[in-house]
């Protein structure tokens, strides 16, 4: 008997926990994020933002809702084995990665532009003592360094988590191969069904046998002397 043998990741974690972890991680961080920027924009109206934050505002929340919808796609299709549902979060892992970049590059670019005075005024807050300010300068250029960190670790989570989903997705796909092959070869191993005439013996000599399989009744066998009453 031939099986489809699991593949791995982190060396020993089979593809298929990999996605139901993902998945369900998704499912639920996907929810919280987006009920948190969906309740912020219900706020709206009596807690005003810059326009750049809004719009911010309404692409995070749009994207982890996707999110969370696509995991849990993933979530289903990795317990009944649906490759349709796996294939689809994979698709999402993707959308959400490329949305993600572009984000985080706006929210990069944007942080770099700031003038310097401006973010050290900003962290002073009126305050005049050369060690705040001190503290400042340095807290700025941890910050800017710590925001590209995050990103970039960020982005390769995903990528890696995609590889994972679409490692599981081929697995399925050679899974579906093996039980359409086996199929197959059950099909052409059964036995050709009997016909009624061929389950009688061969008429012999002094045995009893099925009637018309005699030979004298065959088509012409009689001739034309035959008599039809």
């Known amino acids: ?10 060396c020993c974690i ?3 926990a990999g996605v139901f ?13 987006s009920v948190v ?8 109206k009596n807690y005003p933002l810059p326009d750049a934050d809004v719009a911010a505002l309404y692409i995070h929340s749009s994207i982890f809702t996707l999110l ?3 995991s849990l796609f993933g979530f289903v299709g990795t317990l009944i084995k649906q490759r349709g549902f796996v294939s689809a979060y994979g698709a999402g892992l993707i959308i959400h990665l490329c949305i993600s970049i572009a984000s985080g590059i706006f929210a990069l670019v944007s942080l770099f532009k700031q003038s ?15 060690a705040t300010r001190a503290a400042c300068k340095s807290g700025i250029a941890v910050v800017k360094g710590l925001a590209v960190v995050i990103y970039v670790v960020m982005w390769l989570l995903q990528i890696y988590a995609y590889i994972i989903v679409s490692n599981y997705v081929d697995q399925l796909d050679e899974e579906e191969s093996l039980r359409e092959t086996r199929n197959m070869v059950q099909a052409i191993s059964q036995p050709a069904p009997v016909t009624t005439y061929a ?4 008429p012999s000599q002094g045995s009893a046998t099925y009637g018309f399989t005699h030979a004298t009744q065959s088509h012409g066998a009689r001739g034309n002397d035959s008599n039809i009453v």
């Open 1 to 10: 008997m031939v099986y489809i043998r699991s593949r791995k990741f982190c």
């Open 14 to 16: 089979p593809v298929r």
């Open 21 to 33: 972890i993902l998945s369900l991680v998704g499912v639920v961080l996907g929810s919280i994020i």
């Open 37 to 44: 920027g969906w309740r912020k924009v219900s706020q709206l």
């Open 68 to 70: 969370a919808l696509l």
């Open 116 to 130: 310097p005075q401006e973010a050290i005024n900003e962290c002073l807050n009126g305050s005049s003592d050369a």
């Open 199 to 202: 389950s009688f013996a061969v």
